[in-house]
């Protein structure tokens, strides 16, 4: 096990990797909130009158998604780089404690420390200012713990493996290269899928409520499935296609 | 101990680069590796290291199989690349974030190389020079105590001082627990340090011989006209005549020049393996 996993050089790499990751993290909490400020929402004051409550929910999910996936991106950015991809494969710790320390970075230390952040950047940032901009406007702080919070934090925690693939696995612009494989896939099984169930996609009907229209059709099983794969294994098999990415690396 | 058995090994697209290369170094010593730029030195290097593959055969280093990258394997060998890129940190943070990693990392002999290549201790990594992030990495590779330190052109970049401070520490540091593998084309700044010499051609390893059984069985000398017999190996026309290479018949000393050395074996390695027939060629 001490092969794979040791609790003390993997501190030690966590140590080394946030020190590491600091200045990039801070570059893009710096671009991210200086964009939700001046774009989101004082462009939401002044362009749109009617708004008259502004609840943040949608800044937050949108930041955290983008973010992470660009954070994601750059995971494992030493293995872009002939010149620093050999410290990086020739530093004393196994591939597991490599993969975890980077996954525990940019996917559960991502989602906490960015929800607090915004977070505190609501509540003592934004809507003391926003209010002062328009009185009219109400704001509501944003809550991490909103039933709407939680599942943007859900669907990151999934998504964010497939920007991890891309990380081990692309040499230089990570970030377009798997928005583009994601895309090219999409659109494959998105025709895929238009051969099978077009009929009912040419209907009226809205897919993701109560009132499914494939409830009691054969093809209602597969949609069973497609979601139980999409939840229970999408993330876990990106994170093992990382690993041996890592794992079967060469310079 | 590094084992290498059987090993084959290329780039995608390209010609294969070692077929059945065999070759055991043991430990203690200073390995000199030479060879024509495309040789493959470099891939040998990080073969060794463990960022390249072998095809098939059998590659082991103390034991470990380089391929599978065990963190006990990684703490005993240390890379100091020919091209690198430091960490944006400073010298004290870098020594603070890496050397728990090596278990016998000895802080006092980091000082004391720093201090001899005449090194500051605090200074931004990036605001060193090349030479000076070369000599610094040397210095922690040196300090990490690592049963292989692997150097590849240790000394491209280094001033005309600094060389021979790299010879002194280099040597200083070695012992029994312990081996360099030094990769070179600049093969006099090791003159006097690396023994034995390894030469790489053609994907095969075409001489392995330490100091003492070259001066035994090769001469090297300066003559004004070309000897006739047999037993010139490689001849090299100078400004005052000519240096030539030859069997060693007559039991004298000769001064060594790795070049010329290093010449006559790529020429006419068919010769000189003829003198050392009774070595092992692929130890």
Same mark, same amino acid.
């Given at each position: ?37 001046? /774009?989101?929402?004082?462009?939401? /004051?002044? /362009? ?21 996936? /660009? ?181 | ?108 002999? @980091? ?16 605001? @060193? ?8 990495? @040397? ?145």
């Amino acid at each position: 096990m001490n092969h794979y996993f040791n609790i003390h050089r993997f501190l030690k790499l966590l140590k080394l990797e946030l020190f590491r990751s600091f200045r990039g993290i801070f570059i893009a909490f710096e671009i991210t909130f200086g964009m939700l400020f001046f /774009v989101g929402l004082l462009m939401s /004051v002044i /362009v749109e009158d009617s708004l008259v409550f502004f609840e943040h929910t949608g800044g937050y999910a949108f930041t955290l998604i983008i973010g992470g996936f /660009v954070l994601s991106s750059l995971a494992f950015n030493d293995l872009s780089n002939s010149l620093k991809s050999s410290n990086y494969l020739t530093l004393p710790a196994s591939t597991f404690e490599k993969f975890l320390s980077m996954w525990l970075l940019t996917s559960v230390g991502w989602i906490v420390f960015f929800s607090f952040t915004y977070y505190l950047y609501t509540v003592f940032v934004a809507n003391p200012i926003g209010s002062m901009i328009d009185a009219n406007m109400r704001f509501e702080d944003f809550d991490p713990w909103s039933d709407f919070a939680i599942s943007v934090m859900k669907y990151y925690f999934v998504l964010q493996g497939v920007f991890l693939v891309g990380a081990a696995h692309f040499k230089g612009y990570v970030f377009p290269k798997t928005l583009f494989t994601v895309i090219l896939v999409a659109i494959v099984a998105g025709t895929l899928f238009y051969f099978i169930m077009g009929d009912l996609m040419q209907e009226d009907n809205e897919c993701f409520s109560q009132m499914n229209p494939l409830i009691g059709k054969p093809a209602y099983k597969i949609w069973l499935l497609a979601q139980w794969a999409f939840w229970w294994l999408l993330a876990p098999f990106c994170w093992v296609v990382t690993y041996l990415g890592l794992k079967d690396r060469e310079v | 101990m590094v084992q290498i058995e059987n090993v084959s090994f290329g780039y995608p697209s390209k010609p294969q680069l070692f077929e059945d290369l065999s070759v055991s170094l043991p430990m203690g010593n200073i390995y000199g590796l030479l060879g024509k730029n495309g040789a493959g030195k470099s891939s040998l290097l990080k073969l060794i290291a463990g960022l390249l593959f072998p095809k098939t055969g059998s590659l082991h280093v103390s034991g470990f199989s380089p391929r599978e990258r065990r963190p006990e394997f990684l703490s005993e060998i240390y890379l100091v690349t020919e091209e690198f890129e430091v960490s944006a940190m400073g010298m004290k943070r870098f020594v603070e974030l890496y050397s728990p990693f090596y278990p016998r990392f000895n802080h006092e002999l @980091l000082q004391e190389y720093l201090n001899e290549f005449s090194l500051p201790t605090d200074e931004k990594l990036t605001s @060193l020079s090349y030479g000076q992030k070369k000599k610094f990495l @040397l210095s922690f590779g040196l300090a990490t105590d690592c049963q292989l330190l692997i150097l590849d052109e240790p000394t491209n970049g280094l001033d005309i001082p600094s060389k021979s401070q790299f010879r002194k520490v280099v040597a200083s540091a070695i012992h029994e627990e312990r081996s360099f593998i030094v990769s070179t084309h600049q093969a006099r700044d090791m003159e006097n340090l690396i023994d034995p010499i390894i030469i790489l051609d053609e994907g095969q390893i075409v001489f392995f011989e330490d100091y003492e059984q070259i001066s035994q069985r090769l001469i090297i000398s300066k003559v004004k006209e070309l000897p006739t017999h047999d037993g010139v190996v490689y001849t090299e026309s100078t400004f005052s005549g000519h240096t030539i290479v030859e069997e060693n018949t007559s039991g004298a000393e000769s001064n060594m020049n790795l070049e010329t050395l290093f010449n006559a074996v790529v020429n006419n390695k068919e010769k000189v393996q003829e003198i050392f027939k009774n070595q092992t060629i692929t130890r």
